[in-house]
């Protein structure tokens, strides 16, 4: 069964660093693209980023270049999204999602992991 | 970036109503789109891709059209469990984007 497992809950405050994981199973890891989705509380889904594993190369959203660094290891399965500085507005769950084919949807997701930052 | 409007924002309805999404987008992204559904607490789960297919496993009475800038999603007859959030999103660009979500309630 093809999965991605993200990591728990983290609560942080103002001015931390932070990194959370997407660890992928079932599949090979390298072959396929990983994006990352951003969704503010009561919100919609927004598009952050897109990473391929096999040599690293990422796509950012306007609205999140700069701000975040999407990475991952192919030796252990897992794609990070990472934060140097966190504020009060980062507040959301971040989902990652597979994408499979070369233009394709979003399929499947981990579970979401809910970062609260808050003084 | 291609920008995704969903109407209505809000849909009331009921157990057995058909019920159906609008999905506009800025420009053409000829079938590049799929449909999702966000129960509350839970991950996206996608329902629609490349505007008609169906995803493996999702009931046959979810069923999605269009192509060019108008995309539909139909619920033939809404049950219980289809109570949630839909999401459409375009794929066509490098920068996928989403529309704002339709909140199917009771």
């Known amino acids: 069964e093809v999965q991605l497992v993200q990591s728990g809950v983290e609560v942080k405050k103002p001015g931390e660093s932070l990194r959370i994981s997407c660890k992928g199973s079932g599949y090979s890891f390298a072959s396929y693209r990983i994006s990352w989705v951003r969704q503010m509380p009561g919100k919609g889904l927004e598009w952050m980023g897109t990473i391929d594993p096999n040599d690293s190369e990422t796509k950012y959203s306007p609205s999140f270049q700069g701000h975040v660094t999407i990475s991952a290891d192919k030796s252990i399965n897992t794609a990070y999204l990472q934060w140097t500085s966190l504020k009060a507005s980062d507040t959301a769950i971040y989902y990652c999602?597979?994408?499979?084919?070369?233009?394709?949807?979003?399929?499947?997701w981990g579970q979401g992991t809910l970062v609260t930052v808050s003084s | 970036d291609i920008q995704m409007t969903q109407s209505p924002s809000t849909l009331s309805a009921s157990v057995g109503d058909r019920v159906t999404i609008t999905c506009r987008a800025s420009?053409?992204?000829?079938?590049?789109l799929a449909w999702y559904q966000q129960q509350p607490g839970k991950a996206p789960k996608l329902l629609i891709y490349?505007?008609?297919t169906l995803e493996s496993g999702v009931p046959s009475r979810f069923s999605g059209s269009g192509s060019g800038t108008e995309f539909t999603l139909t619920i033939s007859s809404l049950q219980p469990d289809d109570f949630a959030t839909y999401y459409c999103?375009?794929?066509?660009?490098?920068?996928?984007?989403f529309g704002q979500g339709t909140k199917v309630e009771i």
């Open positions: 420009q053409t992204i000829s079938s590049w």
């Open positions: 999103q375009q794929y066509n660009s490098y920068s996928p984007t």
């Open positions: 490349t505007a008609s």
């Open positions: 999602a597979l994408i499979v084919v070369l233009r394709g949807p979003f399929d499947p």
